[in-house]
């Protein structure tokens, strides 16, 4: 079978506008970045995404703020061939929208805070996601100053916000390099195309084309993590969704998501979630 390599990529908007906000109608699943920092607020799906180094499941009302040049992309749960019309709404804006005097300012000092905090990336509560749901919709619909005082209302939001979380881990290195980003772009399309297969370090060592050992400290460099733990994030998230959505029988739950082994499964899930399959799965049943 044909494997699908996706390479990072950078967007580029037609708008003319510094502020660009828009519905998605898009399939998802392309590893990408690009300069501008960017607000994505999901309404109608669920499934997982990968921020930096970060993997997690995610659902509706779920919003992050990205920085620049950090590479993201989500992974929809499809339940049949398209996607939920205007499932997202998604905000793109250069830093430089501000100008430097402008952001230096001592009154944006929490924008600032907050920017930086989105060079790993930034969860909001699902509370503070239903809030911006009315403002980030009348930014779609609103242009000129009226656009931009919707923005301002939504920063004031992210910025106030007592449950905002950081994604990536604090040793997730973040720059734009583009031959390094390429090869963790094609290693990270190989994992989540893959995950459910008997995979091994030398597998994925030979899609960077590096020796394992090498490589190894490379994964580790640019995503903070180890490829084992990060693989069995990937397993563990997608069994999540198995688990809280289907009533597939657990031992095949785990088959599916690559560990073939049950005692395994149930090791590396508590492990990752804090809780065994079962009782996770306990949680979404009226039991």
């Given at each position: 079978m044909k494997t699908f390599i996706a390479?990072?990529?950078?967007?580029?908007?037609?708008?003319?506008?510094?502020?660009?906000?828009?519905?998605?109608?898009?399939k998802g699943g392309v590893w990408h970045f690009h300069p501008e920092y960017e607000i994505l607020l999901n309404l109608k799906n669920n499934g997982t995404r990968i921020i930096g180094n970060n993997v997690?499941?995610?659902?509706?009302?779920?919003?992050?703020?990205?920085?620049?040049?950090?590479?993201?992309?989500?992974?929809?749960?499809?339940?049949?061939?398209?996607?939920p019309e205007n499932h997202s709404i998604v905000v793109h804006f250069p830093l430089n929208f501000f100008g430097n005097e402008f952001l230096n300012q001592h009154e944006m000092v929490k924008?600032?805070?907050?920017?930086?905090?989105?060079?790993?990336?930034?969860?909001f509560s699902v509370q503070d996601a239903k809030t911006a749901e009315k403002i980030l919709t009348s930014m779609v619909s609103h242009s000129g100053i009226d656009k931009i005082?919707?923005?301002?209302?939504?920063?004031?939001?992210?910025?106030?916000?007592?449950?905002?979380?950081?994604?990536?881990?604090?040793?997730?290195?973040?720059?734009?390099e583009r031959p390094a980003n390429k090869i963790i772009a094609k290693v990270l399309s190989?994992?989540?195309?893959?995950?459910?297969?008997?995979?091994?370090?030398?597998?994925?060592?030979?899609?960077?084309d590096m020796k394992p050992?090498?490589?190894s400290k490379y994964f580790k460099k640019y995503t903070g993590t180890g490829f084992i733990e990060y693989l069995n994030q990937v397993r563990a998230n997608r069994a999540c969704y198995l688990?809280?959505?289907?009533?597939?029988?657990?031992h095949d739950i785990a088959?599916?998501?690559g560990f073939f082994s049950v005692s395994n499964f149930n090791k590396q899930f508590k492990k990752i979630m804090g809780i065994s399959p079962r009782s996770y799965r306990a949680q979404f049943r009226n039991i």
């Open positions: 390479e990072l990529e950078q967007v580029y908007k037609k708008d003319s506008s510094g502020l660009v906000a828009e519905y998605l109608n898009d997690e499941l995610f659902d509706e009302y779920d919003m992050v703020l990205i920085a620049g040049n950090v590479p993201h992309c989500w992974n929809y749960y499809k339940t049949g061939e398209s996607l924008v600032r805070e907050l920017f930086a905090e989105a060079e790993k990336g930034v969860a005082l919707d923005f301002f209302h939504l920063l004031k939001l992210m910025c106030n916000s007592t449950h905002r979380r950081q994604l990536s881990t604090e040793n997730y290195k973040i720059g734009f190989f994992i989540r195309e893959n995950y459910n297969k008997h995979l091994t370090l030398k597998d994925v060592s030979n899609v960077a050992f090498s490589f688990l809280r959505e289907t009533d597939t029988a657990i088959k599916d998501c």
